[in-house]
């Protein structure tokens, strides 16, 4: 009975091939919309999540305060009110795992005829393990190295192709303000920061090096900064509060008085951008489900034509015993095919497109079986929703009616 039926409803469909091609453009149209845009907000999913495990897990970063020269006053890290004992302290603090000084710089390297201005990262061993930044080459510098300010260094994977091209550094000179270093690894691959700053074009050196012999410190034992990483993400709130304390208390400032640091939770920063990530994936499928509501409109004004124009069929087939389920179900059938071939194609230009988008812009895009299942879904559930006032319109028919309808 039902595969009668479907074929009956294929013939009818092909009577009327342009008029069914016009009707499923609506249905292509709005699936392709929808698969692309959840392809494209997932790919955006997938880049910051990329960006915040490349960042680190549990971070936050502390920043030496600002000073004031001549009524001049400097940002964050413009002053020297950090200081490595005070990274060795809140280190002892519980729920901290590792708390690494920075000093932070640029400068021209040279190699051989080669040379290229990058950033320069002066911290101790732990500075790799709050990064979680693993060696591919060679072996990173101790804690002796660090004591004997030793003239070593790490290179990112950009500073490492500029300077060196396909050799490998391992074990080459390079100079750093005409003070030689020797290369002791490379560090692997990372991309691109949340902030668009290629974090590869960089070399890490020992802290010590970086005060006295790279760029120098006003005073003994001074920071820019101190990269601090929580055991885990819930005790965050707790290691914040602890860290904040401490450091007014080995600064003494007096209960009132602003603190001469700021404190950053880049957790928290990473965990806006990817819930605004989300949003906007879910958004972006929302406008695209839009299309599929007019291409369901769609469908249902060209059943109700075909109903009207099937009137003396339907009277034919009610008055030779057809039941009113069945003429609904003919007619359902038919908005649910329309439905469901749309989706079909609309899938393929959906994927087409986001395939194109990728390799035209470089956009990060993934097509997922949740977003084609969920199109095919709403698509059926569309043909339903639209087609059944049509269907139930011819069902109700009276036969006699129908039967002298012109």
């Given at each position: 009975?039902?595969?009668?039926m479907?074929?009956e409803?294929?013939?009818a469909?092909?009577?009327n091939r342009?008029?069914?091609?016009?009707?499923?453009?609506?249905?292509?149209?709005g699936?392709?919309?929808v698969?692309?845009?959840?392809?494209?907000?997932?790919?955006?999913?997938?880049?910051?999540?990329?960006?915040?495990?490349a960042?680190?897990?549990?971070l936050f970063?502390?920043?030496?305060g600002?000073?004031?020269?001549?009524?001049v006053?400097?940002?964050?890290?413009?002053?020297?009110?950090?200081t490595?004992?005070?990274?060795?302290?809140?280190?002892?603090?519980?729920g901290?795992?590792v708390?690494?000084?920075?000093?932070?710089?640029s400068?021209?390297?040279?190699?051989?005829?080669?040379?290229?201005n990058?950033?320069?990262i002066?911290?101790?061993?732990?500075y790799?393990?709050?990064?979680?930044?693993?060696?591919?080459?060679?072996s990173?510098f101790t804690?002796?190295d660090v004591?004997?300010?030793?003239?070593?260094?790490?290179?990112?994977?950009?500073a490492a192709q500029?300077l060196?091209?396909d050799?490998?550094?391992?074990?080459?000179?390079?100079?750093?303000?005409q003070s030689?270093?020797?290369?002791?690894?490379?560090?692997?691959?990372k991309?691109?920061g949340?902030?668009?700053?290629?974090?590869?074009d960089?070399?890490i050196?020992?802290l010590?090096?970086?005060q006295?012999?790279?760029?120098?410190?006003?005073f003994?034992g001074a920071?820019?900064?101190v990269?601090?990483?929580?055991?885990?993400q819930e005790?965050m709130?707790s290691?914040?509060k602890?860290?904040?304390?401490?450091l007014?208390?080995?600064h003494r400032i007096?209960?009132?008085?602003?603190?001469?640091f700021f404190?950053?939770n880049?957790?928290a920063?990473?965990d806006?951008?990817?819930?605004?990530?989300?949003?906007?994936s879910?958004?972006?499928?929302?406008?695209a489900?839009?299309?599929l509501?007019?291409g369901?409109?769609?469908?249902?004004n060209?059943m109700l034509?075909?109903?009207t124009?099937?009137?003396?069929e339907i009277g034919?087939?009610l008055?030779i015993?057809?039941?009113?389920?069945?003429?609904m179900?003919?007619?359902?059938?038919e908005?649910i095919?329309?439905s469901?071939?749309?989706?079909c194609i609309?899938?393929?230009?959906?994927v087409?497109?986001?395939?194109?988008?990728?390799?035209t812009?470089?956009?990060?895009v993934?097509?997922?079986?949740?977003?084609i299942?969920?199109?095919?879904?709403?698509?059926?559930?569309?043909g339903?929703?639209?087609?059944?006032y049509?269907?139930?319109?011819?069902?109700?028919m009276?036969?006699?009616?129908a039967?002298?309808?012109?």
């Amino acid at each position: 009975m039902i595969w009668a039926m479907l074929g009956e409803s294929w013939r009818a469909m092909g009577a009327n091939r342009l008029r069914t091609l016009l009707t499923m453009l609506g249905m292509v149209i709005g699936v392709g919309a929808v698969v692309l845009m959840m392809s494209i907000g997932q790919g955006a999913q997938y880049a910051i999540q990329q960006s915040i495990s490349a960042m680190g897990s549990n971070l936050f970063i502390l920043l030496s305060g600002s000073n004031t020269a001549g009524g001049v006053r400097s940002g964050s890290g413009g002053g020297y009110t950090l200081t490595v004992a005070d990274a060795e302290a809140i280190a002892e603090l519980p729920g901290v795992q590792v708390a690494a000084p920075i000093h932070p710089g640029s400068a021209q390297i040279i190699y051989g005829p080669n040379n290229w201005n990058t950033s320069i990262i002066g911290s101790t061993p732990d500075y790799l393990e709050a990064r979680s930044w693993p060696i591919v080459s060679g072996s990173g510098f101790t804690y002796s190295d660090v004591r004997s300010a030793t003239r070593v260094a790490l290179i990112g994977k950009t500073a490492a192709q500029n300077l060196f091209g396909d050799d490998d550094p391992v074990g080459k000179t390079i100079r750093i303000r005409q003070s030689p270093f020797v290369v002791l690894g490379v560090l692997a691959t990372k991309g691109q920061g949340m902030d668009g700053r290629d974090q590869d074009d960089t070399i890490i050196i020992p802290l010590t090096t970086a005060q006295r012999k790279v760029f120098g410190s006003q005073f003994q034992g001074a920071v820019r900064m101190v990269m601090v990483q929580a055991t885990t993400q819930e005790v965050m709130p707790s290691v914040e509060k602890a860290m904040t304390e401490l450091l007014r208390q080995r600064h003494r400032i007096r209960e009132g008085m602003d603190n001469d640091f700021f404190l950053r939770n880049l957790t928290a920063v990473a965990d806006s951008a990817a819930e605004s990530t989300r949003v906007m994936s879910l958004l972006l499928g929302a406008i695209a489900s839009i299309s599929l509501l007019v291409g369901g409109i769609g469908i249902m004004n060209i059943m109700l034509v075909s109903v009207t124009e099937r009137t003396r069929e339907i009277g034919i087939r009610l008055a030779i015993g057809a039941r009113e389920q069945d003429i609904m179900l003919q007619f359902l059938l038919e908005a649910i095919i329309i439905s469901i071939v749309g989706c079909c194609i609309g899938v393929g230009v959906g994927v087409g497109g986001a395939l194109l988008v990728s390799a035209t812009v470089g956009t990060a895009v993934i097509i997922s079986w949740a977003s084609i299942l969920i199109a095919f879904g709403v698509a059926a559930a569309t043909g339903v929703f639209f087609g059944f006032y049509p269907a139930k319109k011819a069902a109700q028919m009276d036969p006699i009616e129908a039967l002298r309808y012109q």
